[in-house]
């Protein structure tokens, strides 16, 4: 299975401030048609996850520019600039490139 | 809009069945992938099954197989997982959600407890 490792655990961010999060794989996440199946979720406090961003850079719709993915192979980031109240909650990075798809253990954003 | 409902949650005894139905509106269901995933009480998210659009191909994590079924029908816009000797392990809310990622369901508490 592939492995996917996420840090930090946790992020004290002021309002307005910028944070990145790191997600690694312990396999590349190519998929043999070139894909890069990799995506952000941000998961809100008593809510589901919602889709942030898709194959690595691309920003679901109505998702905000202030969101920013990037990364190839086994590393990916996320960004978060001007960091506002609604962005906290835990932040995931999921691969769905191989079966059995999985998400990192989450990165609890939360303010300073 | 593109919506997704589950239903059929509830609490179980170990080794008792439940049937999860997830209703979808607002977009072509038998277009998309579907899967299920499910977040154990203060846990991350685990990824249980997948089907494709036409229910030809399905696929799950190790430690359901052979005991958990995902379904779908197209006719009725509704994908289903079939739980079967369920074990405390697997108290967990289950959200549906399509193949892309979006959107994912309010999500529906699975509780195996005697």
């Known amino acids: 299975d592939v492995v996917m490792t996420q840090t930090p655990v946790s992020l004290s961010v002021s309002l307005g401030g910028q944070v990145s999060i790191s997600c690694r794989s312990s396999q590349s996440l190519v998929h043999n048609n070139g894909n890069t199946y990799l995506s952000w979720y941000l998961q809100k406090p008593g809510q589901s996850p919602q889709l942030l961003i898709y194959?690595?850079?691309n920003r679901f719709s109505g998702i905000s520019d202030r969101f920013s993915g990037s990364g190839s192979g086994t590393d990916f980031t996320l960004k978060i600039s001007r960091v506002e109240p609604d962005d906290l909650g835990v932040y995931y990075c999921?691969?769905?490139?191989?079966?059995?798809?999985?998400f990192g253990a989450g990165t609890k954003l939360e303010l300073k | 809009e593109v919506q997704l409902v589950e239903s059929g949650g509830g609490l179980v005894q170990p080794g008792r069945s439940l049937k999860l139905s997830c209703a979808a509106s607002?977009?072509?269901?038998?277009?998309?992938?579907m899967a299920w995933v499910r977040q154990a009480p203060t846990k991350g998210l685990e990824w249980v099954a997948s089907i494709t659009n036409s229910g030809g191909s399905t696929y799950y994590r190790d430690s359901v197989k052979g005991r958990f079924t995902i379904s779908r029908d197209n006719a009725k816009s509704t994908l289903y997982l079939q739980m079967d000797s369920l074990r405390s392990e697997d108290t967990a809310t289950y959200y549906c959600t399509r193949g892309t990622g979006s959107p994912w369901g309010q999500g529906v508490m699975v509780t195996v407890s005697s």
């Open positions: 607002g977009f072509t269901f038998s277009n998309y992938y």
């Open positions: 194959k690595v850079s």
């Open positions: 999921g691969q769905g490139t191989q079966y059995p798809n999985t």
